[in-house]
């Protein structure tokens, strides 16, 4: 492995559209969503650690989930668990990330990605990123890797690239907002557009280069910290200073202003868990279509529903079909899953009526 390589797993989401199994005080990249017995984010860490070592693998995450990150990932050094005082988007996360390695290794290539997404083609993954990083070792270069569509979905950004190069390496033209179902049915039909999954390939100091030039404020703050980064005074710098910078997404301070970013077309069985009913898709069913996470069922002209109940709970359920059953105990939600979007939109409403607790 090359000592050069880091990887930075982004863990600080709350994943509002798990409601309510995905809760602010134990989030969806901390649940045994897919029923393997481990954590989205102990697969995640597994994943990468045929990347690289696991003293340099770092975790972004909110401080209200240290003790959740240490304990799930115990392998991961404790200073290597980056704790963010206020959610502030990607943007200022990854600089801090990108600034303390830095400090660390001027040469040091960093992968980025979220911690909670499914990856079912492990091996084409391994080989991807890697093919990314001795890309971006030699280049100045931000690289994206782009998930390969299979159906013309409103629910993800699109890359767009000239398709021109021969080595699987592409130019980016512009990144696409989730667009409307015809154009995106436009999108599939042209074959130049890619899914942004949120998975980054560069060099550190060529990203500190990009944040000077495109996003200098972030810069300002976070070069503030050099004096910090990897001392006793980093936590109290971070704690300060953190909090003003901009709320602003990588893609917005970055990439859609930057002139060198590529990408790399992946079909890598990847699903971003987004919601139950990309959770259906891609998980085991019964010979009704049903996702069921336990054994105490009965289940009487049913079908294409995913049922979700706490260990030890048996469910009786008749006449459902394209249904979300998700029982965490303090909440029951039976919802149309045709409908799944609006349960974002619920949840905050029985935060609102009933209290915190709920949310």
């Known amino acids: 492995m090359n000592k050069d390589t880091y990887v930075l797993i982004m863990a600080g989401g709350v994943g509002s559209r798990f409601w309510p199994k995905s809760r602010n005080h134990f989030p969806k990249q901390f649940i045994d969503i897919l029923g393997t017995g481990k954590s989205l984010l102990q697969l995640t860490g597994e994943r990468f650690l045929k990347i690289c070592p696991s003293e340099n693998i770092f975790v972004l995450t909110n401080e209200a989930y240290a003790g959740l990150v240490g304990e799930q990932l115990p392998n991961i050094l404790k200073d290597n668990i980056l704790l963010e005082p206020s959610r502030n988007n990607t943007a200022p996360c990854i600089a801090y990330a990108t600034y303390k390695i830095l400090k660390q290794n001027k040469e040091a290539n960093i992968v980025v990605a979220p911690s909670d997404h499914l990856i079912l083609k492990e091996d084409v993954f391994v080989d991807k990123i890697n093919k990314a990083l001795n890309f971006t070792e030699k280049n100045d270069a931000l690289l994206t890797l782009g998930i390969t569509p299979n159906r013309p979905d409103t629910g993800y950004g699109y890359i767009n690239y000239k398709n021109d190069a021969a080595d699987e390496i592409f130019k980016v033209n512009s990144f696409k907002e989730k667009p409307e179902l015809k154009v995106a049915e436009e999108y599939l039909a042209n074959g ?24 200098p404020e972030i810069n300002e703050l976070f070069e503030k910290g050099n004096e910090f980064y990897n001392t006793p005074g980093e936590k109290k710098f ?61 289940l ?55 209290g915190e607790k709920y949310s």
């Not at 557009?193 to 996003?215: D, Q, V």
């Not at 294409?304 to 109940?309: D, F, G, P, Q, W």
């Not at 706490?310 to 459902?320: E, S, Y």
């Not at 998700?326 to 939109?345: A, F, H, T």
């Open 192 to 215: 130049n557009y890619l899914w942004n999954a949120g998975i980054f390939i560069w060099k550190a100091a060529n990203l500190k280069r990009a944040f000077e030039k495109y996003s």
């Open 238 to 298: 971070i704690a300060v200073n953190y909090p003003t910078s901009p709320d602003i997404s990588i893609d917005y301070a970055i990439l859609e202003k930057a002139d060198n970013i590529y990408t790399i077309p992946a079909e890598i069985g990847w699903s971003d868990l987004g919601t139950w009913a990309s959770l259906h898709a891609v998980a085991d069913k019964d010979d009704q279509s049903n996702v069921v996470n336990c054994n105490q069922v009965n």
């Open 300 to 354: 009487q002209d049913t079908s294409n529903c995913i049922i979700n109940l706490p260990t030890g709970k048996a469910a009786v359920i008749r006449g459902l079909e394209n249904f979300i059953i998700v029982d965490d105990e303090q909440v029951l939600l039976i919802y149309p899953k045709s409908e799944e979007q609006e349960i974002k939109q619920v949840a905050k409403k029985m935060v609102a009526s009933f």
